[in-house]
């Protein structure tokens, strides 16, 4: 036993080791080894006995379109600090980019893998548009301004219908062309979609993880914990600021490319405030600055939404709890919608993570650092407690230990 | 007119309410004369344009809908700049407040008074109570939410990073929207109109309707008495302290929490008075109606100068013509993009808003 134990250690840090070392590599691995699991699983117990493969599978794509947002704008509100609340508007830019290109409304037929990264140029282009004006002025009206684009670009969708066929959309988008050794893309499968989606996520994950190890990456950590310290030292804060910014959007219109080809339907109602504030969801519950965590997050999060809600209304159905009957309040388990409590499920979630353990279910090292840097200082310097604990309402104080500084 | 400016920066009451009626009037006929002669435009506005003496009735009329809509979103958008000002927040659960107060009014009319949907009241006497009780049961309610909102979820993060709570507050406003889907569902739900519509002053050929003059003088009263108060009593010079430089606030034997939370009470309560006039005005709620009506008011304390609490008046009224204009030449559904355009624009070339920042100019 004690041997095992001993051994379990060594591969551990051995395998630490290998990760620290050879990341990319890392990535691959564990991808294959989760895209090998997510083809299998979905045909055993007990996966098997909620729903069929092919369900399964068009869950796992559409989790791994989240997974992509979710790590998108983990660099813009988890690396760099800025708050988008417009994240949809570039999913929507990708998206109907991409109905533009493939559907019989505009006539065209262009090849889907070139559109991914077309898409997504569309919208870093937007992203720059709109983030280069306002990444100027202080970080609160980037929220505002976002929001506010995030909120009209469905409108203009919607208000140019000859454009854009309004509430209708786009519909008969084309299936991409087919796969080497996986064949066609199937109407009646999105077992190829899935595949494309983990080697989109394995890509972008290797590239932002090299990001994050870069010197952009340390350039908005550091202007996420103090930028005016981080501009004295030298880095150009709005230029780093855009490119985080316009590097989540690139992310979503890729995703939004990728949606629009799997539902072949690309409409306005799509890209609500719902879908950023999903995808915030993902990144605060994931763990803000964690790309690990971030995508494992937005996938359980997704099949949650997806997956668990749906099958606890099967399951309080079959339990038939007699309805409680008290005059104005009637309450019936079996008539209770779960899906329709996701949102505000969501919205609990995120604000008892930001009140509870704002690093997130699995935090990165440094961010967990410093949103316990008092805590921990405090623990280990009594001098420091007192100094604490003298002026409560002091702004600097408190505000620079949570900053970390 | 300069000694009455120069009267002003005294703070001279009287003559500086008579320099701002003087501007708003001159405002008005301005906004006047632009509708009259845009009405009449047939490459603006196609096969409606109107002949000079149909297109004159319509834009008075106009132009007094446009003062009741910008008196709501200026009610809305003092609390935006309220709470800006004294913790620099962005109080994103500000517009389901508002949503909250519309609800509330909803309920008093419907169930305390047994009001019908549709059904107005043309007892004089009772209508006034009606409306007064709608007022003073609702406001305090909304406001005592906004003061739990700040308790619960704002002060945790206070002096610490300023994502946190800007996370939290688009957290909690999603609660709220979502918590009145739970209770309410979606969708329009009709709020009863109790003020009669066809009450209207006629004015030559126009008709007035006094429901938007009740509104108009609700607000500005409103306004006046917030005015006054953070002008004039102990508490508003905390407020106004705090808003400056809280640790210097705080020497000097302000009282931070009580005062933030005042700050935050206030901002509720007139968020509660715009809930009630919605009802009013639209004669119908809904669940995702502070979203819009949020960003609306917060495009408004921006362009007045966010922490400037005359500002955020001007500028719910400014994005209330700017609304009004669109709809009566017939661009009605592109107002949320006008407003967006002008939330663009402020903040590309002017951020410090029309009448620039006075509380919170700190960047």
């Not at chain 2, 006929?29 to 319509?58: K, M």
């Not at chain 2, 508003?236 to 034997?253: F, I, V, Y």
């Not at chain 2, 302000?254 to 809930?275: E, K, M, P, S, Y």
């Amino acid at each position: 036993m004690k041997q095992l134990r001993a051994r379990w250690t060594a591969f551990r840090s051995r395998s630490h080791t290998f990760a620290e070392h050879h990341r990319s590599a890392t990535i691959v691995i564990t991808m294959l080894i989760a895209a090998i699991l997510l083809i299998f699983l979905p045909r055993i117990p007990p996966l098997n006995a909620i729903q069929g493969a092919n369900p399964w599978y068009d869950a796992f794509a559409n989790a791994g379109v989240f997974v992509l947002l979710a790590m998108g704008l983990n660099v813009v509100v988890g690396l760099a600090g800025l708050l988008d609340l417009g994240y949809a508007a570039f999913f929507a830019i990708g998206a109907y980019t991409y109905a533009y290109s493939n559907s019989p409304f505009s006539g065209l037929d262009l090849p889907f893998f070139p559109m991914l990264l077309v898409g997504a140029a569309v919208a870093a282009v937007f992203g720059i548009a709109l983030g280069a004006p306002t990444l100027r002025l202080r970080g609160d009206y980037l929220a505002i301004m976002t929001l506010g684009f995030g909120e009209i670009v469905p409108i203009v969708f919607v208000n140019s219908d000859p454009y854009t066929r309004g509430t209708n959309g786009i519909g008969g988008i084309y299936r991409p062309e087919a796969l080497p050794f996986f064949g066609e893309f199937s109407p009646l499968t999105s077992f190829n979609y899935m595949v494309v989606m983990i080697f989109i996520v394995t890509v972008a994950m290797m590239l932002l993880y090299r990001l994050h190890d870069s010197r952009i990456g340390r350039a908005w950590m550091a202007i996420r914990e103090d930028e005016l310290a981080a501009a004295a030292n030298g880095i150009n804060t709005v230029l780093t600021k855009l490119l985080a910014f316009a590097l989540g959007a690139t992310t979503s219109g890729l995703a939004g490319v990728f949606n629009a080809s799997k539902l072949t339907i690309v409409s306005p109602d799509q890209f609500s405030f719902s879908v950023s504030f999903t995808v915030l969801a993902m990144v605060i519950v994931g763990g803000m600055g964690n790309i690990w965590g971030v995508a494992a997050g937005a996938f359980i999060v997704y099949l949650i939404q997806v997956v668990l809600l749906k099958q606890l209304n099967t399951i309080a159905e079959t339990i038939n709890l007699p309805a409680l009957d008290l005059g104005p309040i009637h309450f019936d388990l079996a008539k209770i919608n779960f899906t329709d409590y996701q949102y505000l499920l969501f919205g609990i979630a995120l604000v008892l993570m930001m009140l509870k353990r704002p690093e997130g279910l699995f935090p990165s090292q440094a961010r967990r650092a410093e949103l316990h840097a008092a805590e921990d200082l405090g623990a280990n310097d009594p001098a420091l407690v007192g100094a604490l604990g003298e002026a409560p309402g002091s702004d600097e104080l408190t505000g620079g230990s949570e900053g970390g500084s | 007119m300069t000694t009455v400016a120069v009267a002003g920066r005294r703070s001279n009451p009287a003559s500086r309410f008579l320099r701002i009626a003087f501007f708003a009037v001159v405002a008005i006929v301005i906004y006047q004369l632009v509708l009259f002669i845009a009405l009449q435009q047939t490459w603006l506005v196609g096969t409606s344009a109107l002949p000079a003496d149909q297109a004159f009735p319509v834009a008075v009329q106009q132009t007094i809908n446009a003062l009741s809509i910008g008196a709501i979103y200026a009610l809305i958008a003092l609390g935006y700049t309220m709470v800006y000002g004294i913790i620099e927040l962005i109080n994103f659960a500000h517009g389901d407040v508002f949503m909250v107060g519309a609800f509330l009014s909803m309920f008093v009319t419907l169930g305390i008074f047994g009001q019908t949907v549709g059904v107005s009241v043309t007892d004089i006497p009772f209508l006034i109570l009606l409306l007064a009780s709608a007022l003073i049961i609702v406001m305090p309610l909304t406001g005592l939410l906004n003061v739990t909102i700040e308790r619960i979820f704002y002060r945790p993060f206070r002096g610490g990073s300023r994502l946190a709570p800007l996370i939290t507050a688009v957290g909690v406003s999603f609660i709220l929207q979502n918590l009145a889907l739970v209770f309410v569902g979606s969708g329009d739900r009709g709020a009863p109109q109790v003020f009669p519509l066809e009450w209207q002053i006629k004015f030559g050929e126009a008709k007035i309707s006094v429901l938007s003059i009740f509104i108009f003088a609700l607000a500005v009263s409103l306004m006046v008495a917030l005015n006054l108060f953070v002008n004039k009593t102990r508490l508003g010079r905390a407020m106004r302290a705090t808003a400056q430089d809280q640790q210097a606030a705080s020497l000097m034997g302000v009282d931070l929490n009580q005062t933030i939370a005042l700050t935050f009470l206030l901002g509720g309560a007139l968020a509660g008075a715009a809930g009630v006039v919605w009802g009013l005005r639209f004669g119908y709620v809904r669940q995702d109606l502070g979203f819009n009506a949020g960003l609306k008011s917060f495009t408004s304390a921006v362009l007045g100068g966010i922490g400037n609490i005359n500002g955020a008046a001007l500028g719910g009224f400014f994005i209330g013509f700017t609304e009004n204009l669109a709809s009566a030449l017939g661009f009605s559904r592109w107002s949320e993009f006008l407003v967006f355009l002008i939330l663009t624009f402020v903040l590309i070339f002017r951020p410090t808003g029309i009448l620039g920042q006075q509380l919170g100019d700190r960047a």
